[in-house]
């Protein structure tokens, strides 16, 4: 879910005119700099540099998605509030403190690769940031601790990829926000496909610690989240209720591909970590 510099092909030539072709996974494209909170993150560890989504919850933190600084020191950021930022330029973040999630920091390379354990593990971080002048004038996004319930309709933003998850060699990066419903245990244990039996078979705190929302090769109406939308926020009224955390296939021969797309969407929750978040960042 994170996207990886390495792995990108960068265009710096690439104009806005260059951008108005640009075609997400379902959604709308923001197109006005506006730092209204979700921005792009650059995070160069010791192990990768690579680039995901966060929102500004308060006037020196930023939440994110743990994922993007699991197994890695991180040893520097960047941030850039360009709602397209097709060179990758980003202004240096200094930062205090990482705070991954305990539980998802305990969790093996292994684990965080095959995705499943992840399911029922909450996949956030928070920052703590030295805020510069540049970043005091970024949006402050608020949280919504209440429970969201099955087909809920939410929104979630992303700097992801646009029209296929895993082929970035003509990803841009840019800001988009895409509406879709959440789904729940009765719909899960329905099952789907040829993960009929997995669907089946996910643990009651699946729920609780993850939402699960439709994507689009399940409704082609909806959107994928991708590579570079992990850790960016899922919005119900104007709040956020979850973080960007990953997806699954429907067709086992899709994963991985270039042409796949994802059959749900996975955020964590952040009704499940509350008082963690408040132990961090306050009230």
Not at 101 to 114: A, G, M, R, T, W
Not at 152 to 160: K, R
Not at 197 to 202: E, H, S
Request: a negative charge.
């Amino acid at each position: 879910m994170r996207s990886k510099f390495t792995l990108i092909y960068m265009t710096l030539a690439l104009s806005m005119n260059c951008f108005s072709s640009v075609k997400t996974i379902g959604g709308h494209v923001d197109e006005i700099d506006n730092n209204n909170g979700v921005i792009h993150l650059a995070i160069s560890g010791s192990v990768e540099s690579s680039a995901c989504t966060a929102t500004k919850i308060a006037e020196n933190y930023l939440i994110t998605a743990a994922h993007c600084f699991h197994g890695q020191k991180i040893e520097a950021l960047g941030v850039s509030t360009l709602s397209v930022n097709p060179s990758f330029d980003f202004s240096p973040l200094e930062f205090e403190q990482v705070f991954m999630h305990p539980d998802f920091e305990k969790l093996s390379v292994e684990d965080v690769e095959s995705v499943s354990p992840t399911f029922s593990t909450p996949d956030i971080a928070i920052v703590k940031v030295i805020p510069s002048e540049e970043f005091k004038k970024i949006k402050i996004v608020s949280i919504d601790y209440d429970y969201i319930e099955e087909s809920e309709v939410i929104e979630f933003w992303g700097y992801g990829c646009q029209e296929t998850l895993n082929d970035i060699s003509g990803y841009v990066a840019t800001r988009k926000k895409a509406v879709t419903v959440t789904v729940g245990e009765s719909s899960m244990q329905e099952g789907y496909g040829v993960y009929t039996d997995f669907y089946r078979n996910f643990s009651k705190d699946a729920y609780e610690v993850s939402i699960f929302t439709v994507g689009k090769s399940k409704d082609s109406s909806k959107a994928s989240l991708c590579l570079g939308d992990s850790g960016g926020p899922v919005i119900r009224n104007n709040k956020i209720v979850g973080i960007n955390s990953n997806y699954t296939f429907d067709d086992l021969s899709a994963e991985g591909t270039e042409s796949g797309i994802s059959y749900l969407n996975l955020h964590s929750r952040l009704s499940f970590v509350s008082t963690w978040i408040k132990q961090i960042v306050g009230d």
